[in-house]
């Protein structure tokens, strides 16, 4: 299947600063990216939805002014936490849909990226 | 997208089968039903979708009832490193509707 990559995997951060989290295909050009978070114990939550060279699509609830997300290109999707508080703390997982083939889209998930906020 | 039920946890020994049930009564006639997994902090991984027929690929196997309505998911012989929760998920594949996720099935594989 298709590879994403997400850095980085873990990121420990002080209280109020930002963190940036990069979502990459590897090998394919994805239109559009999504971004969840997992808490512990808990299902994945999509926060966001993003095509690239367009303003992402934010689930409701989901601050678009603290969680900035940007989709400059087709392999890259980026998602900063803009002063990052404890209750951040979370496991992003970032997923890029493949070009459609016929009718399928399909969508491969990144490793994730264990956020922890001080 | 349809609603799915699972059970939340399942056991199965090393080596044996493990079936995974999935209910989705509500299922639309355009909407398939996938398996992901996650294992213990990584991302979901992709095993297999299916519409009505049965499918099978070098992971796993898929049995969809014939009104659609359930599902079964078959690890043929399970590993320890099978052990992760499985999400089933009816989703529209034509087009870019997204995957929403549910609590899923905790299957622990014990030697």
């Known amino acids: 299947g298709a590879v994403v990559s997400q850095h980085p995997s873990r990121v420990i951060c002080k209280s109020g600063t930002s963190v940036k989290i990069e979502c990459r295909s590897l090998?394919?050009?994805?239109?559009?990216m999504f971004w969840y978070r997992q808490f512990p114990k808990q299902s994945l939550m999509l926060m966001a939805t993003s095509n690239e060279g367009s303003k992402a699509t934010y689930e409701q609830g989901v601050e678009k002014d603290k969680f900035l997300i940007n989709h400059a290109s087709l392999t890259l999707s980026t998602l900063t936490v803009t002063s990052a508080h404890p209750e951040d703390s979370s496991f992003y997982i970032c997923?890029?849909?493949?070009?459609?083939?016929?009718?399928?889209?399909?969508?491969?998930f990144g490793p994730g990226t264990r956020l922890t906020v001080l | 997208d349809a609603k799915t039920t699972q059970p939340t946890s399942m056991d199965c020994a090393e080596g044996r089968a493990a079936n995974l049930p999935c209910n989705h009564s509500?299922?639309?006639?355009?909407?398939?039903v996938y398996w992901y997994r996650q294992i213990h902090s990584q991302g979901p991984q992709y095993i297999i979708h299916g519409l009505k027929n049965n499918e099978t690929n070098e992971m796993a196997s898929l049995i969809i009832t014939e009104d659609r309505k359930s599902s079964t998911l078959i690890l043929p012989h399970a590993t320890l490193r099978d052990t992760a929760v499985y999400y089933c998920?009816?989703?529209?594949?034509?087009?870019?509707?997204?995957?929403?996720f549910g609590k899923g099935t905790m299957l622990l594989v014990s030697p």
């Open positions: 509500t299922i639309s006639g355009n909407e398939y």
């Open positions: 090998d394919f050009q994805a239109t559009t």
């Open positions: 997923s890029a849909m493949t070009p459609g083939q016929g009718l399928y889209n399909e969508q491969f």
């Open positions: 998920i009816v989703r529209v594949a034509r087009g870019y509707s997204t995957l929403t």
